[in-house]
């Protein structure tokens, strides 16, 4: 049924550093064509909340099928989702928040004169604004989602019923999403060429390398025994490793000075954990809610409130980015050792 790894055991090649480079190499390939979407009919905040959040969680998705195909543990895909979450909007921002700062004020020089040039930079401070009061909605849905989850998990887990809220607000969300962008285009006149259907293809070549690696790592995890890398801790340590790809992306974005694609980035690949994996997986199984659920969530609606506040302002300060990481502490030494 999957012939990469037999041609990976035929090689001799099996092992638990071939199958973390699979999925480095599958997470980055899809990458390395999302920044090509930006000239493909797709605006950077477009990017980041309709498209890379699909690439970026879709390790997320995939651990949830794995999960349900294998009869693992419904609860690590709760917490997997947890410590995505709340990983991307305080480690993961706060870092490349104190490393170079995040501002997404528009940099339009003034230095050049003439109507053109007032009308260019007219057109980027408008671009900024609109990019702002998008990421605002997009956190606004964030504080909105896991509100609700908090609300349904009150009763100690997440049932079939449940399950379904939490899918059709997703659903609801993106076809706002989609709908948002078409909109967009039709008043560029913009439309999806074939390039953009070519890096669809290398997406999804790229999310066969995810599920692949996925797939191995769970299986050689749930063998381990002793230490922390154990069956008990897979939620966690799949969590974290599916974060690294939003770290990639987050680092070098900031680096690129693309503030815009770092948050929408982040704050939309939220969307994909809570509510559709959350979701999703208390259809097939009820999820019972771990000790430190009730505290993840806490964490993550404060982190979305500082967010929505910085993102108003324009800027999240290099100063800003310590307390995030503090708070990414507090979450681990609760749900680790608490």
Not at 119 to 127: D, L, P, V, W, Y
Not at 155 to 161: E, F, K, S
């Amino acid at each position: 049924m999957n012939p990469l790894p037999e041609i990976i055991d035929t090689l001799g090649f099996t092992s638990v550093w071939t199958y973390l480079g699979l999925f480095l190499g599958a997470s980055l390939l899809m990458i390395w064509r999302l920044e090509a979407l930006l000239d493909h009919g797709l605006e950077g905040t477009a990017l980041g909340t309709l498209v890379m959040p699909y690439c970026s969680g879709l390790g997320n998705l995939i651990f949830v099928y794995i999960i349900a195909a294998r009869h693992g543990p419904a609860k690590e895909v709760l917490t997997n989702c947890l410590v995505n979450n709340v990983t991307n909007l305080t480690l993961v921002l706060g870092l490349p928040a104190v490393v170079w700062g995040l501002s997404l004020r528009s940099e339009a020089k003034g230095k050049k004169s003439g109507k053109a040039a007032a009308g260019k930079r007219a057109a980027a401070e408008t671009t900024q604004r609109l990019n702002r009061l998008s990421l605002l909605l997009t956190l606004a849905a964030v504080l909105f989602f896991t509100g609700v989850t908090w609300a349904l998990g009150r009763d100690g887990r997440l049932d079939r019923n449940d399950g379904l809220v939490l899918v059709a607000l997703f659903v609801f969300w993106q076809c706002f999403q989609v709908f948002d962008v078409l909109k967009h285009n039709i008043r560029r006149r913009a439309s999806f060429g074939l390039m953009f259907y070519f890096d669809v293809l290398v997406v999804l070549a790229g999310a066969y390398g995810l599920y692949v690696s996925i797939d191995w790592l769970v299986a050689w995890l749930s063998g381990q025994q002793g230490g922390f890398l154990n069956a008990g801790h897979l939620g966690w340590l799949s969590g974290w490793l599916m974060v690294l790809p939003n770290a990639l992306i987050a680092f070098y974005y900031a680096a690129k000075n693309r503030a815009d694609i770092v948050y929408a980035s982040q704050v939309g690949d939220g969307h994909i954990c809570i509510p559709l994996c959350l979701g999703l997986s208390a259809i097939w199984q009820p999820l019972p809610t771990p000790a430190f659920f009730a505290t993840g969530l806490l964490i993550l609606m404060g982190a979305t409130v500082i967010h929505l506040v910085c993102v108003s302002a324009g800027l999240l300060p290099r100063w800003m980015g310590w307390p995030l990481v503090a708070a990414y502490a507090w979450f681990v030494g609760t749900g680790l050792l608490g």
